[in-house]
């Protein structure tokens, strides 16, 4: 007996066939365009990380060339107010035991500053920071003495990084040219900055993205100064590629571009890689972040594999799915908030303070109004790590953050910018008093016993206060001028508050002096 398949039995076989394939095309579809958003998403992910760890490193640069930059110039205020006139004054003045003990103080009072030193006009050095009298050392060959011997250039000089004739070490210059009498030129004084302790601040930036980044530091000419990882024949090096400027001239992307352009980095071999780099504000140098292929696409390759498992085992993998993205997002936005915040303290660091400042800025302009920074220094913080313990400095750094937040308005910011230092901003002061009025708080908060494992630990605050647009016009300003009242505070005998003014800079010079 031959069987003949019913119509309806063929009909529902060629639904549930045609059913089976639908649900196969939607199940690749959803694989193939899943892929595709998740890669999309971790490209993009990646480019915002990029672009803004180099936003972080721009400003930390920034505020560390800042730093060498202020030593460079408190020396020159030195010389100027020694009213040297002639090459015989100059070498009389630099060659004194006073001006060694300052330039050792400048050296030690920053851990970026490897040396400073008084050259002559034939390019001996007349004493330097490392011991005195300085020893027989000619650096009439070097970048920065040829061009500033003969351009009567007021501004800073970046030299090339060199590998310094007193201790062997990798160090780039900021020079600047010494006159006499009608503005003949008398020498070079200069700081050099650690290009080796720069890369080793880099490492711990660059280590969030991963094995095969690195984070770079050029002069402005595309000149290497240092890297992450550290590599000793490059520094120094010109890269001649075409990637920086391009690079540069993305603002769209935040200067995040891909290339496979050799890499000059990577032995010159064609590599597939993300890049971005920025300009570092006010200062001719460029910072600059690369990460491979392998790396940027790494967290898509582990998110693929859930993609495969959804579409090949069942639609009850699509919660692992989405757990994995949930995970994928939460560390994302961790990543964004501790960039954004101090680990120890949570209080907003550096950059994100920056911001609110410049925004109080604008509205305090645009309101005809006052606003106010607070410059906090914790006075014996390194007496407590160093006798108790460095737990001990952390609680006491902990515990000084929360009774600082407890002494200021909700619409007030602390931020810490340092290991020991803080800054408080105060928005829409109707008077100086106002300052004064949170500065007290915080003193008499400050000074209250803090609890340690049974161990009762004290210790106080040096508090510099300054106005806008009282005592500065720009953000730069103001903080540095608050800087140097708290400074002013601290040579009074701490615990103390100053707000500055003529008297507490006149105070300060006289002291640097």
Not at 68 to 96: G, H, P
Not at 98 to 116: G, R, W, Y
Request: with cysteine; glycine share 6%; proline share 3%.
């Amino acid at each position: 007996m031959v069987y003949f398949v019913p119509p309806v039995v063929k009909r529902n076989t060629r639904i549930i066939i045609i059913t089976a394939i639908l649900l196969a095309v939607m199940l690749i579809a959803n694989a193939v365009v899943s892929a595709y958003l998740l890669r999309e998403n971790t490209i993009k992910s990646r480019m915002n990380q990029l672009s803004n760890l180099t936003v972080i490193l721009a400003e930390h640069t920034s505020q560390t060339i800042y730093s060498a930059k202020t030593a460079l110039e408190s020396i020159e205020d030195v010389l100027e107010l020694s009213n040297i006139q002639t090459e015989q004054d100059y070498r009389k003045f630099a060659t004194q035991k006073q001006q060694f003990d300052l330039l050792e103080e400048k050296t030690k009072s920053n851990s970026i500053i490897d040396v400073a030193t008084f050259v002559g006009k034939d390019g001996e050095v007349l004493n330097f920071s490392r011991s005195y009298p300085a020893p027989k050392i000619n650096l009439a060959e070097r970048d920065y003495f040829q061009y500033l011997s003969v351009n009567d250039d007021p501004e800073t000089f970046f030299s090339l990084p060199v590998q310094n004739k007193g201790n062997g070490k990798w160090v780039f210059y900021l020079a600047k040219r010494v006159n006499g009498s009608n503005n003949k030129f008398l020498g070079v004084i200069l700081v050099g900055v650690s290009v080796e302790v720069f890369s080793s601040l880099y490492e711990r930036i660059g280590a969030s993205l991963g094995n095969g980044s690195s984070v770079t530091l050029y002069r402005k000419d595309h000149r290497l100064l240092t890297r992450w990882p550290f590599v000793d024949k490059m520094i120094g090096k010109l890269n001649t590629g075409t990637v920086i400027q391009t690079s540069l001239q993305n603002e769209e992307d935040g200067g995040v571009i891909f290339t496979s352009a050799p890499g000059f980095n990577m032995n010159n071999d064609p590599v597939e890689r993300m890049v971005s780099f920025r300009n570092v504000n006010g200062y001719p140098l460029i910072v600059g972040s690369t990460v491979t292929k392998e790396l940027y696409l790494a967290g898509w390759h582990s998110s693929l594999w859930g993609v495969i498992y959804t579409t090949v085992f069942s639609l009850a993998l699509i919660l692992l799915a989405t757990l994995l993205l949930i995970r994928t997002y939460q560390k994302n936005a961790k990543a964004e908030y501790f960039a954004h915040h101090d680990a120890l303290t949570d209080l907003p660091n550096r950059l994100l303070l920056s911001d609110r400042i410049q925004v109080a800025m604008t509205l305090a302009k645009r309101n005809s109004s006052k606003m106010g920074i607070l410059f906090v220094d914790l006075d014996n913080l390194k007496t407590i790590n160093d006798t108790v313990s460095h737990q001990a400095g952390d609680a006491v750094l902990i515990e000084s953050a929360k009774r600082m937040q407890a002494s200021i308005r909700d619409s007030d910011t602390i931020g810490r910018v340092g290991g020991d230092e803080f800054i408080v901003l105060l928005p829409d002061l109707h008077s100086e008093t106002d300052a004064l009025v949170v500065a007290n708080k915080i003193l008499k908060n400050i000074a209250a016993i803090i609890p340690f494992e049974g161990i009762e630990l004290s210790t106080s605050v040096s508090i510099g206060v300054a106005i806008y647009p009282d005592h500065g016009l720009d953000q730069v300003e103001l903080i540095n001028n608050a800087d140097i009242a708290m400074y002013a505070a601290k040579t009074s005998g701490r615990n103390a508050i100053r707000v500055f003014g003529t008297p507490v800079l006149a105070e300060t010079i006289k002291v640097l002096c």
